[in-house]
């Protein structure tokens, strides 16, 4: 037998039954209880916190059993009811964390787009459209290409007050128009399903993109003041193109097609050499004058070339024949 400081003895003898446990201490006696005869006695521990009112199952955790798992009547007081206040502190650090990250997308997107630089492109009216759309068909009697700028500031006068300047409304509206013609034509010919007209619509901005990224790759040899927005809405022009080459080869069958195909690209290609030759050679340095222009012109010359090769590329397989 062996007993521990609080007076708890063990009796592993082969005596009177087989006493497991007893309490040997504070006027009980020797007490002890048979396992098999008895049901085992709640344990006392004297006043004043002796004994051990504190203990628990090694390894145990608040909330947690006898039997090892989670139970939510055993916690602590105060722990039950989750604090109002750390609510309202998590929801406002949480909302400052977006706050922030806000900011820190806006800052990245602002380094490569700029919403009012983007505005600007996008400031047109009715007057301006119709305007436009003319002086992309019929661009022969034009005389006057110079894009005028503010007197009070650097930056050129918007497309409504100026036919020249370059605008992205009419290469969208053309791009989204040209995707649902395409679909009609397709549907006249018993070709049309959603996917094929997504694999368009894919194909027609991988190429954009293609030409873009070529291009504004050849801005920083030539030197030139053309922005990246501009070259889009340059190379976009030639939706308005595909649009109506689509639209005449629905009525006019071939022969539609061709005509205006062959008419569009000498008018876009007209337009293009008049307006992008003033902003091109607007930027000249004295010891590279020679070398600089006949970059710029073969610049000149492959962004103009190359729109007519990309309307018959991108139209020929939708037309009605």
Request: proline share 5%; net charge neutral; glycine share 12%.
């Amino acid at each position: 037998m062996y007993s521990d400081d609080q007076g708890y003895g063990y009796n592993g003898g082969q005596g009177q039954g087989y006493n497991e446990y007893y309490y040997g201490g504070y006027g009980n006696g020797g007490q002890g209880y048979d396992q098999y005869n008895q049901p085992p006695p709640q344990q006392q521990y004297p006043p004043g916190g002796g004994g051990r009112q504190n203990a628990q199952p090694q390894g145990a955790y608040a909330g947690q059993g006898d039997s090892g798992f989670f139970n939510p009547g055993m916690m602590p007081p105060g722990m039950n009811n989750f604090n109002p206040m750390i609510s309202t502190f998590a929801k406002q650090y949480g909302e400052t964390l977006v706050g922030q990250g806000k900011e820190i997308v806006d800052e990245k997107i602002q380094k490569f787009v700029t919403v009012s630089k983007l505005k600007y492109y996008f400031a047109v009216d009715t007057a301006y459209v119709m305007k436009k759309m003319g002086l992309l068909f019929f661009p022969f009697t034009h005389k006057d290409w110079s894009i005028h700028y503010d007197k009070n500031e650097d930056d050129a006068v918007q497309p409504r007050y100026e036919v020249n300047a370059p605008d992205l409304y009419i290469p969208l509206m053309a791009f989204i128009t040209y995707i649902l013609v395409a679909g009609v034509s397709l549907g006249m010919q018993q070709k049309f399903s959603p996917e094929f007209l997504g694999m368009q619509a894919s194909s027609a901005l991988g190429w954009l993109l293609l030409e873009l990224m070529i291009f504004t790759g050849f801005t920083y040899v030539i030197q030139t003041d053309l922005k990246v927005f501009d070259l889009l809405t340059f190379c976009g022009y030639k939706f308005v193109g595909m649009l109506s080459i689509l639209i005449a080869s629905l009525f006019l069958k071939k022969t539609g097609y061709y005509a205006v195909l062959l008419y569009f690209s000498l008018s876009l290609s007209f337009f293009l050499v008049q307006t992008l030759k003033k902003q091109i050679y607007s930027v000249t340095t004295h010891e590279h004058v020679m070398t600089g222009n006949k970059r710029r012109l073969y610049f000149l010359l492959a962004l103009a070339g190359v729109q007519p090769v990309l309307m018959g590329l991108l139209t020929y397989h939708l037309a009605v024949w």
